[in-house]
């Protein structure tokens, strides 16, 4: 660990974000000067392997969080929404996960590669829904060429989604459902063994879920295109990690797929996996544990016919959907 570098905490270390933040800053070789883990009082003096060896997690306080130049945030909403200006009084750099500030006007929604230049000088910056992160790092190189009309999207999300004890539940009634044991449920309304379920987050006076229109309302600030028209129908669906998407798009000018193709095949952040004669295209297997959001399945569509295309794409929500994209923004922020 180099010793001139910033003193970081990830708060929610011991979670499905907070424990991938952990290899990401490794990975990435993150400046640290020294790495705080906080979670509940539950976790206090469990210890973690991580690759700078064996750490142990402290229950959160917020002084001890205060004292550091950076605060990753992977805990709930009302959490964030109770500690993450405070964090930020002594100088940290807050990156928060939840969707606590999201839609608040003075705080940056960033995905660096699109609007990385909102989070320097900030002391409190937005990580984006795990399914809006995925889409637009597809949906942005495309609007940059031919301008958006509308964006349709349907979404095929993992079971990690909804947090590392949703995954355990995963695991735990898939083995109840085969051994032919009552399958109950907890995290997820339904059963997810062998199940999708097109409902996540609650529901809204408008029909959609909350899950849905916070595809909407983050697409259009990060994008930064106030009323874009964007509709998605969100499903869970029986895998342990990586979201799909499948996506529509009506275009302002006219859009070659074989252009388009070109144009997503050099886009920072993207890996383009489009070869169906081969059977290549994204998938939950192929993007898990990667950093690159994999796009393909891409074809003029019919309805919209030169100005529409359709695509499918894959990304790890907990890596471009969370964890790699909040370490990214601390080193925009904290440079
Ligand atoms: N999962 C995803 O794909 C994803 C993607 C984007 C954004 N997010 C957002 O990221 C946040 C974390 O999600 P997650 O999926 O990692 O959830 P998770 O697996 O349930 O982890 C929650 C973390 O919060 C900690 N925590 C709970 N209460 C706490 C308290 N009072 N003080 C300190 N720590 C506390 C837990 O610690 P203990 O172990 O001690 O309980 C655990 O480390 C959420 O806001 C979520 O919406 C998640």
Not at 182 to 198: Q, S, W, Y
Request: hydrophobic letters at 45%; charged letters at 20%; aromatic letters at 6%.
């Amino acid at each position: 660990m180099r010793v001139d570098g910033k003193r970081v905490a990830i708060v929610g270390a011991t979670g499905a974000v907070g424990t991938e933040m952990i290899s990401v800053l490794h990975r990435r070789a993150f400046p640290l000067s020294g790495l705080e883990l906080f979670a509940s009082e539950r976790s206090a003096e469990r210890k973690l392997d991580t690759p700078f060896g064996t750490l142990t997690v402290k229950p959160f306080t917020l002084e001890a969080a205060q004292a550091c130049d950076v605060v990753l945030l992977a805990v709930s909403g009302d959490f964030a929404k109770k500690h993450a200006r405070a964090l930020g009084e002594k100088g940290a750099v807050v990156i928060d996960n939840s969707s606590a500030f999201r839609y608040d006007p003075d705080v940056p929604l960033v995905v660096p590669e699109i609007n990385g230049r909102l989070a320097r000088g900030q002391r409190l910056i937005a990580n984006p829904n795990c399914t809006t992160a995925v889409l637009v790092m597809a949906l942005n190189p495309l609007y940059a060429a031919f301008g958006l009309e509308k964006v349709i999207v349907s979404s095929y999300q993992a079971t990690s989604g909804a947090g590392a004890a949703a995954v355990e539940e995963l695991k735990r009634e898939t083995a109840n459902w085969l051994a032919g044991r009552e399958v109950g449920h907890e995290h997820f309304v339904h059963p997810i063994p062998f199940n999708v379920i097109p409902h996540i987050d609650t529901f809204q006076d408008n029909g959609y879920t909350r899950e849905e229109m916070k595809v909407v309302w983050e697409t259009r600030k990060i994008l930064d295109v106030p009323n874009l028209p964007v509709s998605c129908t969100a499903v869970r669906i029986p895998t342990i990690r990586a979201h799909a998407e499948a996506v529509t798009i009506e275009t302002a000018k006219p859009v070659d797929p074989a252009v388009a193709r070109q144009i997503l095949s050099e886009a920072p952040g993207v890996r383009l996996i489009d070869d169906p004669a081969a059977n290549a295209y994204p998938m939950p297997l192929t993007a898990s544990g990667a950093y690159d959001v994999e796009v393909g399945r891409i074809r003029q569509n019919l309805i919209f016919g030169e100005r529409g295309l359709d695509f499918f794409v894959c990304g790890d929500q907990l890596l471009k959907g969370a964890a790699l994209n909040a370490v990214q923004i601390a080193e925009v922020a904290a440079a």
